[in-house]
């Protein structure tokens, strides 16, 4: 005991930085985690408040979850979710290294710095801004889609009702948000890797293709697999502004759009559904959590330096 003590003792400034982290993840991350009990309840308000109507709503066991995959919205909103996600990992990967590789290779350091910003930018745009300028190209009077169309004489189109569309344009919008910054993280890699490497193999005669297969890559794949374990945890979550914003909750377009999140959303606001909507969250997470474990696991066997833990 005194050891420990001792050893608190010691660390104690560390200790105090990490506090206020600490504090936030108590509060905003594991203590909402009691609610999830929500889920196997029929939540009724009570006038004495949130806990008492906690307390005092009927246990119904497995009946939200019968009731959510019994919908014929479960399938769609499962199936967007996923190959949406599946999609934006393994393009948005590929993306993301390459751009990280290209900008290593500029010589200029100053138009480097340039075209980082440039890439970056979108990131820090809220998604009803985003909506906005998606809007100003789709839009059926003035958009400047149409407009290009209308100049070709070919007839316009009303995005907001053709579902046929927006897998492309979401696709498309969420890489122009996202692969910039997902690029610095590589990038960063890049930038620690020891330059002798790069000396060697052009001693050894590798051109610059060579020189990225047989040691940019290998070097950056480390990383490149505990990224992509974590965003496989998240291949039952998505980007609810992307999807909820940038369509605009057109509901024409919901066979193409409409995902867990949005789902949830729509359930607690419409209609109400405390419970079956929690259920819908938990079965998100435990699901992400348990490929967590599953892509951890195999990723170990492969090679024990890859795996996230």
């Keep these: 005991m005194k050891r420990f003590m001792k050893h608190l ?18 509060l905003l991350a594991y203590l909402p985690m009691a609610g999830n009990i929500l889920a196997f309840k029929d939540f009724r308000y009570h006038p004495d408040g949130f806990i008492e109507s906690i307390r005092t709503s009927e246990w119904v066991g497995w009946e ?13 909103i499962t199936r967007n979710t996923v190959l949406y996600n599946a999609v934006f990992i393994v393009v948005g990967l590929i993306l993301a290294v390459a751009l990280a590789i290209l900008l290593s290779q500029l010589v200029n350091r100053k138009l ?57 344009v979401l696709t498309f919008i969420n890489f122009w948000k996202g692969v910039g910054f997902a690029s610095i993280v590589y990038l960063a890699a890049i930038a620690g890797i020891n330059r002798d490497y790069y000396e060697a193999a052009m001693i050894d005669g590798a051109n610059k293709w060579q020189q990225i297969k047989h ?10 697999v505990i990224l992509t374990i974590l965003d496989i945890g998240k291949i039952f979550s998505a980007d609810f ?26 359930g607690l606001m419409q209609m109400g559904d405390i419970s079956m909507t929690t ?4 079965y998100q997470a ?24």
Aim: aromatic content about 22%; glycine content about 6%.
């Design 9 to 26: 003792y010691d660390n104690r400034v560390w200790l105090v930085m990490v506090l206020p982290g600490t504090i936030w993840f108590l």
């Design 64 to 76: 939200n979850f019968q009731f959510l995959f019994s919908t014929s919205d479960a399938w769609i």
């Design 112 to 168: 480097a710095k340039i075209y980082q910003t440039g890439m970056l930018f979108p990131h820090f745009l809220s998604w009803v801004v985003v909506s906005y300028f998606v809007f100003t190209f789709l839009s059926m009077d003035r958009g400047l889609a149409n407009t290009i169309l209308g100049f070709f004489n070919i007839p316009p189109i009303s995005w907001y009702n053709e579902p046929a569309y927006w897998p492309f």
């Design 215 to 224: 040691v940019t890559l290998p070097a950056l794949m480390p990383l490149i």
């Design 241 to 266: 502004g992307l999807f909820y914003q940038v369509p605009r909750d057109s509901g024409t377009l919901y066979s193409v759009t409409n995902v867990i999140d949005t789902y949830v959303y729509r």
């Design 279 to 282: 259920a819908a969250g938990l």
């Design 286 to 309: 435990f699901v992400g959590f348990i490929l967590v474990l599953l892509t951890n696991y195999i990723a170990k066997k492969i090679d024990p330096d890859y795996a996230l833990f």
